[in-house]
């Protein structure tokens, strides 16, 4: 059974950088998208990147574009989110999950209805704030 553990959240100030990484166990991760949502109190879960099987292709929501950059290393079973710029909205616990691809097929511009999702961490908290 596939499990996902995200690590990496913190504290830090406005501009800011952090790095989240979400690790997998119990199933190899080349087949399956992964994609990083982030949840702030009261708000709605939003996703925010994902990255195909092969780490070929990559989505971002509009917000973090050019501030964030997803990448994976299938040889550690591990996906990374390094986030710069950060700003006091991008404030919210961050999940990673993961969606098998061959089942879900990856189109360039939109990530994986959440609900398709096989597997989900328990998340990572980041606060932005000085």
């Known amino acids: 059974q596939l499990q996902l553990v995200e690590s990496g959240g913190g504290l830090v100030q406005p501009g800011g950088s952090l790095r989240l990484s979400c690790v997998a166990s119990?199933?190899?991760?080349?087949?399956?998208?992964i994609s990083w949502y982030r949840q702030a109190p009261g708000e709605e879960r939003e996703v925010v990147s994902c990255?195909?099987?092969?780490?070929?292709?990559?989505n971002y929501v509009d917000s973090v574009k050019g501030r964030f950059s997803i990448s994976r290393d299938n040889a550690k079973n591990k996906v990374d989110l390094q986030m710069n710029g950060l700003k006091p909205e991008d404030t919210a616990n961050y999940y990673c999950?993961?969606?098998?691809?061959?089942?879900?097929?990856?189109?360039?511009?939109?990530?994986?209805?959440?609900?398709?999702?096989?597997?989900w961490g328990q998340g990572t908290q980041v606060t932005v704030s000085s």
């Open positions: 990255i195909s099987g092969s780490g070929g292709m990559t």
């Open positions: 999950a993961a969606t098998f691809q061959p089942r879900v097929r990856f189109v360039q511009g939109q990530c994986p209805p959440d609900k398709e999702a096989e597997a």
């Open positions: 119990g199933m190899t991760l080349d087949y399956y998208i």
